[in-house]
Structure formats: structure tokens, C-alpha cells
T-cell receptor, first 118, second 114 residues
């Protein structure tokens, strides 16, 4: 099946620094990728939809200047948490849509990135 | 808008017990329905799916049937194992022609005791 990777799997940083998280589709092309945030024991919250070659679409309440998304190729999207603060600590999960996997446009999820801001 | 409501957990069962996790949805038309599983510290894995009414998705002993009349997609397994301990998410994707984003339920934590 289709595989999505994320890097790093875990990152600890100091408050005020920026952190970049990569999401790659390894064996398929994805014009659309999604970034989610998951709080402990909670469901996934969609942050933004990343579109290859164009600007990301952010969900209401998500600061686009805080969470920078770049989808420069059909296999890579990056999420940069700028000037991170402790409240940004969370589990970030990306998914990629396989546009060619039948008519269902199934999404495949990465393993997640645990961000801890000290 | 679209929404998914699933049974609140946590659910604790003994090994070999029967499992049901209820899931109902609100959506226009015929969405596609999914169950995802998340093991501790990991991302989501697709467990099973159904794309039209009366379809039954199945995988690893889990089953769920797409019931349009009751707008439900309950997850069942006849005999759970300790290794099934995880969080289970019900989700839907609207039919083609609309925004194709996943809408998730709140998740149900399952713990299976030996």
C-alpha cells in the first residue's frame, strides 16, 4: 500500500525557535496533503490543506503566519512552526491523498511528529 | 455540515470478548465511510472502509456495514486480542463534487486485558 513518511518523528526545541516537519509520499504522487494536530486523548484537528504549487488552505482559527506550509513538489509538503511556544507542543500528523487510487481519493497517514517546546 | 459521532470510551474488554463501537454520521448524499486505528505513539492506519450503502468493510477480523437507513457504520469484532488495544476513529469523506476532506469522530480508546 501507499506509504507516507514524516520527519522527524520527535523533536524537542526551545521556546522561540522554529521547527520544520517534513511529510513525504514515498510511492505515489500527491497533489493534496493535509496537516492535522492531535491533542492528548483527542481526535485529529485539521489545520490546513496543502496544495502542490499553490497556497495552503487553512482552517478557521489556524494562524497561517504561525504554521507555514509549503508543498513544493508532488511528494513533499513541509510544516514550519514558527517561533514555537509551549502551547504548540502537540502531535502533528500529515496525510496524503492518492489521486489515482480509484474514485475514492483515499488518504494515507504519516506516523506523526511529536513536538515538545520547552 | 458533515459530522461523525462515535461511542465514547474508554472501552475495556477481556481477551476473546465481542467488540462493538458505535458510529453514526450526518452527511448529504452518499459519503464514503472509514475506520482508522491508531496504536500508541503512531499515526493512523486505515482499518477498513465502505463506499456505498450496504457495503461491508472487513479487515483483521473487524467488520463494519454501511447502513444508509440508520446512517451508521458500527465497528465489530467477534473475539478481540490484547494487540487490538488502540484508539479507533470513525470517519467520512463526502461524495465527489464536494470538498473531499476527512471528518473524524472523537475516537474510542479500546483496552483489551489478557
Amino acid at each position: 500500500g501507499a506509504v507516507v513518511s514524516q520527519h522527524p518523528s520527535r523533536v524537542i526545541c526551545k521556546s522561540g525557535t522554529s521547527v520544520k516537519i517534513e511529510c513525504r509520499s514515498l510511492d505515489f504522487q500527491a497533489t493534496t496533503m493535509f496537516w492535522y494536530r492531535q491533542f492528548p486523548k483527542k481526535s485529529l484537528m485539521l489545520m490546513a490543506t496543502s496544495n502542490e504549487g499553490s497556497k495552503a488552505t487553512y482552517e478557521q482559527g489556524v494562524e497561517k503566519d504561525k504554521f507555514l506550509i509549503n508543498h513544493a513538489s508532488l511528494t513533499l509538503s513541509t510544516l514550519t512552526v514558527t517561533s514555537a511556544h509551549p502551547e504548540d507542543s502537540s502531535f502533528y500528523i500529515c496525510s496524503a491523498r492518492d489521486e489515482l487510487a480509484g474514485g475514492n481519493n483515499e488518504q494515507f497517514f504519516g506516523p506523526g511528529t511529536r513536538l515538545t517546546v520547552l | 455540515g458533515d459530522s461523525v459521532t462515535q461511542m465514547e470510551g474508554p472501552v475495556t474488554l477481556s481477551e476473546e470478548a465481542f467488540l462493538t463501537i458505535n458510529c453514526t454520521y450526518t452527511a448529504t448524499g452518499y459519503p464514503s465511510l472509514f475506520w482508522y486505528v491508531q496504536y500508541p505513539g503512531e499515526g493512523l492506519q486505515l482499518l477498513l472502509k465502505a463506499t456505498k450503502a450496504d457495503d461491508k468493510g472487513s479487515n483483521k477480523g473487524f467488520e463494519a456495514t454501511y447502513r444508509k437507513e440508520t446512517t451508521s457504520f458500527h465497528l465489530e469484532k467477534g473475539s478481540v486480542q490484547v494487540s487490538d488495544s488502540a484508539v479507533y476513529f470513525c470517519a467520512l469523506v463526502p461524495p465527489p463534487g464536494s470538498a473531499r476532506q476527512l471528518t473524524f469522530g472523537s475516537g474510542t480508546q479500546l483496552t483489551v486485558l489478557p
